[in-house]
């Protein structure tokens, strides 16, 4: 968990506002209007924009993960023709990582927070609508409501710049007990506990969950759970499976399984229910699994795009 990563101007309008819809897809999958999207990092690969992009489209994704910093350096013809490229690939985008520090000291947090508007900026240029990030389950010092207060705050702050820039925010939590339980104080680990965030963050119409498929197993949620959601409450969307031979409360967050891998989560389940409920954004593997790792930056595309549309074959259409 320590080693996540984190309206058109007017040369861009005629790019970026096409990448902003959904993409073509194969005519057996039109029904379904999530994307199988590539975030490099979650699966090991150490790539640049323009590389993960091409990775992406030579591996039949649908979507890519958006850098950030990256997209704030780019000048207008720049941008102009990396739109175009991916137009070209037929790849639009998935979501950026929260580029701003808030779980430490109130400086840095606050000097990141200065810069964010203009890397909010690059976001809205290119097109990009959706950033997300995780909430770290555990505190050695703060007690759970002094982390809620913290997490609030800051939170909020990052929320109203996002807004300004047409940028809709996700939060995901962490379910396994094995990391939660880890500390002196537990923190958020559950969907309920998300949402009680969000609604104490304010501006509901712009946020919503970064809600992943290891997590809601880990925290013994249920497809009930996931049909109290709509399409407004997902922001973005992990997709994983769990290693065999360990109870729920035994997994281990960084010792996961690409999807379908095992079966252990019901995938099927899963992603049916954000099917019926209309989910419209980026799913992505993120296993953080050593033998993944130790792939290379094809072999690892190769085998996380085969996972992924082995998972989206169970889709009902």
């Excluded at 979507?63 to 070209?88: G, I, K, W, Y």
């Excluded at 939060?171 to 339980?181: D, M, Q, R």
């Excluded at 993120?286 to 074959?313: G, I, R, V, Y």
């Amino acid at each position: 968990m320590m080693n996540r990563r984190l309206f058109c101007s007017s040369t861009t309008s005629f790019a970026a506002c096409a990448l902003i819809g959904p993409p073509t897809l194969p005519s057996s999958l039109k029904e379904r209007r999530f994307t199988l999207d590539l975030r490099c990092g979650s699966i090991g690969v150490q790539a640049s924009q323009r590389e993960a992009i091409a990775l992406a489209a030579k591996h039949g994704f649908e979507s890519v993960n958006a850098e950030p910093t990256f997209l704030a350096t780019l000048d207008d013809p720049a941008r102009v023709a990396l739109l175009a490229s991916m137009q070209t690939k037929k790849l639009t985008w998935g979501a950026a990582g929260l580029p701003v520090d808030f779980r430490r000291d109130e400086k840095r947090f606050r000097q990141d927070l200065k810069r964010f508007p203009s890397l909010c900026e690059g976001l809205q240029k290119a097109g990009v609508t959706r950033v997300g990030t995780y909430i770290m389950p555990r505190h050695a010092q703060l007690t759970y409501m002094a982390n809620f207060r913290q997490h609030t705050n800051r939170l909020r702050a990052c929320v109203k710049i996002m807004v300004d820039h047409g940028l809709r925010f996700g939060i995901e939590y962490v379910g396994p007990k094995t990391l939660w339980a880890s500390q002196r104080h537990s923190f958020i680990h559950t969907m309920a506990e998300a949402m009680e965030l969000l609604d104490a963050i304010g501006l509901r119409k712009h946020t919503g969950l970064v809600l992943d498929s290891w997590h809601w197993y880990t925290a013994h949620e249920t497809v009930d759970d996931l049909k109290k959601l709509t399409n407004a409450d997902i922001v973005a969307c992990d997709l994983n499976d769990a290693p065999k031979g360990l109870a729920i409360d035994e997994q281990i967050d960084n010792r996961r399984e690409l999807p379908t891998d095992t079966g252990v989560i019901d995938l099927t389940a899963f992603l049916n229910t954000l099917n019926q409920i209309g989910y419209d954004g980026p799913i992505r593997a993120e296993p953080f699994n050593a033998a993944l790792n130790k792939l290379n930056n094809d072999d690892a595309c190769a085998a996380t795009a085969k996972a992924m549309k082995s998972a989206f074959a169970l889709v009902r259409q």
